[in-house]
């Protein structure tokens, strides 16, 4: 058997790399201990290695539940991991490595809703300005120019400085949470659904924005979503969580060309298509209760392609399979190449 | 059964009332159903087609009322009908099911009382038999052991449970037509998947018609046969499915088809701008003059901020709201 992804991240890391995070869990306690019985955990991310490159966008898929979002809370310090390392641009920062502030010069975060991640009682000059003051700079000029600045990259006027979030529509919002995101120029930023809120006439315009932004700033991304299409747009690689875990990763093509887990295929198939009343690999059922894991593999009781081996422990390893191509499933080699039903015209 | 559609919307208006102010959040909407067919209303927020299912099913409320136009369902003019009849209608004849079942089911009431109600208020049922229709029901939208899940709480059910509760609600009497509006989108995926073939299932088992409303072109295109597009309370757009993924014909349409980032599309394309539809969309007190859209129209003319389209019908059986349609 070849080494396991983890593995093979931690033992080369490359130049280039600018976040990686290693073995990485995070376990909520749920009541129980002393007289209560034995203390329960809750395991919300369970042993994630992943490792971000300069300059790239790395997709994060999975249904609500599998941890994405405590991995992202984790990775820019506002949770606390039970265990694992994740080193920020050449900076271990898991435990004390690194104070709040400098990790916030590094990674920030766009959120999903722009309505609730705005203070309405703050113009946006002065939500722009609290993180630069904070971090140093309180010259009225500089303060002036990089709020302009930033404006202006974010496709806003300087005069849009004055204004309050409610006079502003929900994609200018946004432009204001990313603004907001980028003032202190970070290397790394994640988003969380950045589009999921906004109406469909103006994804494009954010969806273009970003991508603009990752080009000219040399940004890397860490991008939650849901909607595959535009985790396909938008992504270099992709990791596909389940129940915490990593089931599947590669890079975007091999992911939406090739995909090996049945969930990816799941997943994939699940998206309408406007060209086909039917739909390809189905699969039932809901996500279980974290807290009553499936034995062995964690996906096999939804599984069309489970088998007695995938019931029993251990958990599968993240196997590689081609270049950069890691897949959590046992049967992997057995289960035939896809015939993915993506859309077929258009 | 006669020839005739099962719902027929003329002209219909629906007035929001701001502060005394009327103005019209929907205008001049038209379209058929016919028995057993299922049609689509996409849009995106605000652009009234919400608003037009609570009007289809009597459920608007100040500061909304309907404004003109009739509804005609199996013949009879319902747009004026006294709440009685309308109550007797609801829930018997037309159903709905909502977006957020959290929100739309009774907290406090177990989920089979809920779906038994149904039976006992509209088929005088007693609350023995309809309790046991309700399991019935609750099989029939395949949720596991449900003589033991009718006594659960809508609290203790998971979301895409809950919104097959509200699924056993809407069709326990059978109706002719059933209002989908947005029933997935608060759904994960493949949770959705499942809601929608339970969804085209039933309804073609039962004959029931279906009015599907979602602000997802692909998922609308995927599951009905036509497809009617509305912008800021105009329906600027009807077409068969496939038609309007293939050859939109209002710049809107068109704008919403090239701007999403289609599942496939970088695997086969490359990595493309997404061509993007400037401007925002209008609030109900701004609507613009002439057409609607042509504020962020592309290819908008003096005429088009002067001059309303009336609809045009296309050869291919649809029509668009446009002066210059493509």
């Not at chain 1, 140093?136 to 404006?151: N, Q």
């Not at chain 1, 295929?265 to 739909?279: C, E, G, N, T, V």
């Not at chain 2, 203790?156 to 059978?174: D, E, K, P, T, Y």
């Not at chain 2, 086969?268 to 042509?294: D, M, Q, T, W, Y």
């Amino acid at each position: 058997m070849e080494a396991s992804y983890g593995a093979i991240i931690m033992n080369n890391p490359s130049a280039d790399t600018i976040l990686r995070v290693e073995d990485l869990a995070v376990h909520f306690p749920l009541g129980g201990g002393l007289f209560g019985g034995p203390r329960r955990y809750l395991h919300a991310v369970d042993g994630v290695d992943l490792e971000l490159k300069q300059g790239e966008c790395l997709g994060l898929v999975g249904e609500s539940g599998c941890g994405k979002s405590t991995l992202a809370l984790t990775i820019l310090g506002l949770q606390e991991p039970t265990r694992g390392r994740i080193v920020l641009a050449g900076h271990e920062v898991s435990g004390d490595g690194m104070d709040r502030k400098a990790r916030a010069r590094i990674a920030q975060m766009v959120f999903q809703d722009p309505y609730s991640s705005l203070n309405p009682r703050q113009t946006v000059r002065r939500t722009l300005e609290a993180p630069l003051r904070l971090h140093g700079i309180t010259t009225a000029s500089e303060i002036d120019e990089r709020i302009t600045e930033m404006l202006g990259r974010v496709g806003l006027r300087p005069d849009h400085a004055e204004r309050y979030p409610h006079e502003f529509s929900g994609g200018q919002r946004q432009r204001i949470g990313i603004a907001r995101a980028l003032i202190l120029e970070p290397k790394i930023i994640i988003l969380d659904e950045p589009v999921s809120a906004l109406d469909v006439s103006i994804r494009a315009q954010i969806i273009n924005l970003l991508l603009e932004l990752k080009e000219t700033l040399g940004l890397s991304y860490i991008m939650i979503s849901h909607d595959l299409g535009v985790v396909e747009h938008m992504s270099d690689t992709v990791a596909v969580m389940y129940l915490g875990r990593i089931v599947e990763t590669g890079g975007w093509q091999s992911i939406f060309t090739n995909p090996r887990h049945p969930y990816t295929r799941a997943l994939i198939s699940a998206i309408p298509d406007p060209f086909k009343r039917s739909r390809g690999d189905k699969i039932t059922g809901e996500i279980p209760n974290p807290l009553d894991m499936p034995s062995g593999c964690g996906f096999h009781p939804r599984c069309p392609e489970a088998r007695d081996i995938c019931r029993v422990p251990p958990v599968p390893e993240l196997e590689k399979i081609g270049a950069s191509h890691f897949v959590r499933c046992r049967r992997v080699r057995e289960i035939a190449a896809p015939d993915v039903p993506l859309a077929t015209t258009g | 059964m006669s020839g005739q559609p099962l719902l027929e919307v003329e002209n219909l208006r629906i007035d929001l009332d701001i502060g005394g102010t009327r103005f019209a959040a929907v205008q001049d909407v038209s379209f058929t159903i016919n028995r057993g067919e299922t049609m689509g209303l996409v849009g995106e927020s605000g652009c009234g087609k919400s608003i037009t299912a609570l009007a289809l099913i009597g459920l608007l409320r100040h500061p909304l009322k309907i404004g003109g136009g009739t509804i005609r369902f199996d013949g009879h003019e319902i747009q004026n009908l006294p709440a009685s009849e309308m109550r007797g209608l609801r829930g018997s004849r037309i159903a709905m099911i909502f977006q957020e079942p959290m929100t739309a089911l009774n907290p406090l009431s177990p989920v089979g009382r809920q779906i038994a109600e149904m039976f006992v208020l509209h088929k005088g049922a007693s609350w023995k038999e309809a309790e046991s229709l309700a399991v019935d029901a609750l099989a029939s939208v395949r949720v596991p052991a449900p003589e033991r899940r009718v006594k659960d709480y809508p609290h203790q059910l998971s979301g895409g449970m809950r919104q097959r509760v509200m699924i056993a609600i809407a069709l326990a009497c059978g109706p002719d037509l059933l209002l989908a509006d947005e029933p997935t989108t608060a759904l994960d995926v493949t949770v959705q998947a499942e809601i929608l073939d339970l969804i085209r299932e039933l309804s073609a088992a039962k004959g029931t018609a279906v009015l599907m409303i979602s602000h997802d072109l692909g998922l609308i295109a995927n599951m009905c046969r036509r497809v009617g597009v509305m912008y800021a309370g105009k329906l600027v757009e009807e077409r068969a499915a496939e038609d309007v993924f293939r050859s939109p014909s209002h710049p809107y349409t068109g704008g919403l088809v090239a701007s999403l980032p289609l599942l496939g599309a970088r695997a086969r394309h490359g990595r493309k701008r997404l061509r993007e539809i400037s401007g925002v969309v209008p609030p109900v007190s701004a609507f613009p003059k002439g057409c609607r859209f042509n504020p962020r129209c592309h290819a908008s003319t003096d005429r088009c901020r002067a001059e309303d389209p009336v609809v045009t019908a296309l050869p291919d059986g649809g029509f668009v709201r446009c002066h210059y349609h493509e």
